[in-house]
């Protein structure tokens, strides 16, 4: 079975500029969960998918980031624009289902992204 | 809100020698999840806990939940140098939206592990 798959592995940007995420999540998947993980801390979630509905979108700064998840399947965050403290490693994640606290998330490998 | 304390921050060990690693909920863990993570990499999932006193061993890694459902942690016994990571637990937490009963993960700070061959 493969695994949630994102790109770019890094991206390097200057302030002010835009730039956008992308993952494709494990088959069959219906959930999805973009998190900020910055150095040295842990992963904060940013904005969760059911299907292609959002379930919780609280901690998204929505003036600069955004996130879509067409056709329930993968899923693209954007940042516009960016600023020098988002600087972080993007995690995306995805389990079966959402309800419930036993559900198993798996994550992909991430995309570190630095803001200069 | 629920809060995570990982103990210790940073640990260095001998390869082969054993280890723990603790994780402290402010509130009670209804699902406690232990990932590891290399650099560079993703969250690879080790464990997940539910019941209070639930023990999980895989290799050479055994995770425990104590009875009160509060307090967590991971063994590690005669460590490698593959054992080496940040390790991260994780509560699963169930909030209410308009869809229904949801879940969602709060992370700890992790504890950065090095093995000295």
């Known amino acids: 079975e493969a695994g949630v798959a994102q790109s770019p592995r890094y991206k390097i940007i200057e302030k002010r500029q835009s730039v956008a995420f992308w993952c494709n999540p494990i088959?069959?998947?219906?959930?999805l969960y973009w998190y900020q993980q910055i150095l040295g801390q842990g992963p904060k979630l940013l904005i969760q998918?059911?299907?292609?509905?959002?379930?919780?979108d609280s901690q998204l700064p929505k003036d600069r980031f955004s996130a879509e998840r067409l056709k329930g399947v993968d899923s693209t965050l954007k940042i516009q624009p960016a600023k020098l403290e988002d600087s972080a490693v993007y995690l995306c994640a995805s389990s079966r289902r959402t309800s419930g606290v036993g559900e198993t998330q798996y994550f992909g490998p991430g995309t570190r992204l630095l803001v200069l | 809100s629920q809060e995570l304390e990982q103990s210790p921050q940073s640990l260095i060990v001998q390869e082969g020698k054993n280890l723990t690693i603790n994780c402290t909920s402010s509130k009670t863990l209804y699902g406690l999840y232990w990932y590891k993570q290399k650099y560079g990499e993703g969250l690879i999932f080790l464990m997940m806990l539910q019941k209070g006193g639930e023990e999980k061993s895989h290799e050479k890694i055994t995770a425990k939940l104590d009875e009160k459902k509060q307090q967590s942690s991971l063994h590690i016994t005669a460590s490698q140098p593959s054992h080496a990571g940040i390790y991260l637990c994780g509560a699963g937490t169930s909030f209410m939206n308009y869809g229904g009963a949801t879940n969602k993960l709060i992370f700890g700070t992790g504890t950065l592990l090095a093995v000295q061959p």
């Open positions: 998918f059911q299907n292609n509905g959002v379930v919780d």
């Open positions: 088959s069959g998947h219906a959930t």
